[in-house]
T-cell receptor, first 113, second 110 residues
Framework: DVKVTQSSRYLVKRTGEKVFLECVQDMDHENMFWYRQDPGLGLRLIYF???????EKGDIPEGYSVSREKKERFSLILESASTNQTSMYLC????????????FGPGTRLTVT | GDSVTQMEGPVTLSEEAFLTINCTYT??????LFWYVQYPGEGLQLLLK?????DKGSNKGFEATYRKETTSFHLEKGSVQVSDSAVYFC?????????FGAGTRLFVKA
C-alpha cells in the first residue's frame, strides 16, 4: 500500500514564526502536491512538484514556499506565519501518469495564534 | 477554466436510504474522473474512478458512471450505512493538476 505521512497531525505556532510541514511518500511517485482545506472552500492547491528539485505554483502560493531535495520528501514552508494561514494542510503524491489517482496523507491541522 | 461542481451539503439520510450526490464537470478532452472520501480527522482516499466515457467505477457499494454527453459523474449507493458518514469529493484529472469539487458532507442517521 502507498503510504503518505505528514510530520505532525496538529501544530500550534505564533504569528511571525517560520513553519515547516514535512511530507514523505514511500512509493517512488514523481508528483507531489500541497493543498490547504478550509470549510466551504474545498481543496486549494498551494504548490506542486513533478520531480526532484522541480516545483510549480498552484492557485494560492502567496506566503508559502516549498522544497523537494529528495524524491520521497516534499516540504511546505511558511516563511512568516500569519493567522489567515490557520488551516488543514494536506499532502498528496501521484505517479507520473495523469490518469492515476492521488494518494493523500492524514493532514496537518495548523493553528497560528 | 475547467471546473467541477457538486451538490451542496450537508445531506442527511436515514440508514438504508438511497444516496445520490450529483457532480458535473467542464473540461476539454477526456479527463479521468474520481470520487474521493474523507472520514473525520483523516485525509482523502480514493473511493472509485473512471477513465473513459461510459465506464462505471464501483467500490464498497458505491457506483458512478462517466457520462460524456451530460458531463456528469454522479455518485450513488443503494443503501447507506452510518459508517458512510463522511465528506465526498468529486474530482477530474487528465492533466497535471486535479480539479476538486467543494465537497459534500453526508450524515447518516441510525
Amino acid at each position: 500500500d502507498v503510504k503518505v505521512t505528514q510530520s505532525s497531525r496538529y501544530l500550534v505556532k505564533r504569528t511571525g514564526e517560520k513553519v515547516f510541514l514535512e511530507c514523505v511518500q514511500d512509493m517512488d511517485h514523481e508528483n507531489m502536491f500541497w493543498y490547504r482545506q478550509d470549510p466551504g472552500l474545498g481543496l486549494r492547491l498551494i504548490y506542486f512538484s513533478y520531480d526532484v528539485k522541480m516545483k510549480e505554483k498552484g492557485d494560492i502560493p502567496e506566503g508559502y514556499s516549498v522544497s523537494r531535495e529528495k524524491k520521497e520528501r516534499f516540504s511546505l514552508i511558511l516563511e512568516s506565519a500569519s493567522t489567515n494561514q490557520t488551516s488543514m494542510y494536506l499532502c498528496a503524491s501521484r505517479p507520473q501518469e495523469y490518469t492515476r489517482e492521488q494518494y493523500f496523507g492524514p493532514g496537518t491541522r495548523l493553528t497560528v495564534t | 477554466g475547467d471546473s467541477v461542481t457538486q451538490m451542496e451539503g450537508p445531506v442527511t439520510l436515514s440508514e438504508e436510504a438511497f444516496l445520490t450526490i450529483n457532480c458535473t464537470y467542464t473540461a476539454t478532452g477526456y479527463p479521468s474522473l474520481f470520487w474521493y472520501v474523507q472520514y473525520p480527522g483523516e485525509g482523502l482516499q480514493l473511493l472509485l474512478k473512471a477513465t473513459k466515457a461510459d465506464d462505471k467505477g464501483s467500490n464498497k457499494g458505491f457506483e458512478a458512471t462517466y457520462r460524456k454527453e451530460t458531463t456528469s459523474f454522479h455518485l450513488e449507493k443503494g443503501s447507506v450505512q452510518v459508517s458512510d458518514s463522511a465528506v465526498y469529493f468529486c474530482a477530474r484529472g487528465g492533466g497535471f493538476k486535479t480539479i476538486f469539487g467543494a465537497g459534500t458532507r453526508l450524515f447518516v442517521k441510525a
